[in-house]
């Protein structure tokens, strides 16, 4: 979600106010040819998840590359990136995608930076509740922007799709279909539609 995030949104970014690059904690990830081919740089520490050079390299990048504002994605990197910009003096952005709790110890943790945090983004007013409630982020710099979509990517679906995948699960041509796109977890709530298809199914068999 988070990287499918990062290729709709940055090389859509207005290049004449934001010279926008891109940095992984972890090793090159397949995306990263798509981003430098719209022409965004992408950096990878190549690091694991308890490596704590991580902290380092990304102090040094930051450092390198004159960085002002470090927009931060992901447990590890909100963590690590709120001190290497508070260690560099540049602003923070944290960037929730989720409603995934924080466990004691790690939300003790983010909540002591979070005066360190000059706004934190969340992709639905629920999240974005999780943000002060959990990271003890300010109110007033808790704010929803909602992922966007880049629709054109799918105005023109392969010849032929639908009936395909009508045939596929042996569904008639003109029975209405509902899905349901997500991954299995309690958060995208599978078993709510669950129960919702199937008081429907009771209504309209």
Request: proline residues 7%.
């Amino acid at each position: 979600g988070v990287t499918r995030y990062f290729l709709n949104v940055i090389p859509r970014l207005n290049s004449d106010v934001v010279e926008a690059q891109a940095c992984f904690l972890r090793k090159p990830h397949p995306a990263a040819q798509r981003l430098r081919d719209a022409g965004i740089e992408a950096d990878f520490l190549a690091r694991t998840k308890h490596d704590p050079r991580a902290l380092w390299d990304l102090m040094s990048l930051v450092h390198r590359r004159r960085i002002d504002i470090l927009h931060l994605a992901g447990m590890k990197s909100i963590l690590l990136g709120r001190l290497a910009a508070k260690r560099a003096g540049c602003r923070s952005v944290i960037h929730l995608h989720d409603t995934q709790r924080l466990g004691p110890a790690l939300g003790l943790v983010q909540r002591r930076l979070a005066p360190w945090t000059a706004a934190a983004i969340g992709v639905s007013d629920a999240v974005s509740r999780l943000a002060v409630a959990d990271f003890g982020i300010e109110p007033q710099v808790a704010i929803t922007i909602h992922n966007g979509v880049p629709i054109e990517e799918f105005a023109s679906p392969p010849p032929r799709a639908r009936q395909s995948i009508r045939y596929e699960f042996r569904i008639d041509a003109d029975a209405p279909v509902i899905g349901m796109v997500g991954r299995l977890s309690l958060e995208k709530q599978p078993m709510l539609v669950i129960s919702a298809l199937s008081r429907l199914l009771s209504a309209h068999p």
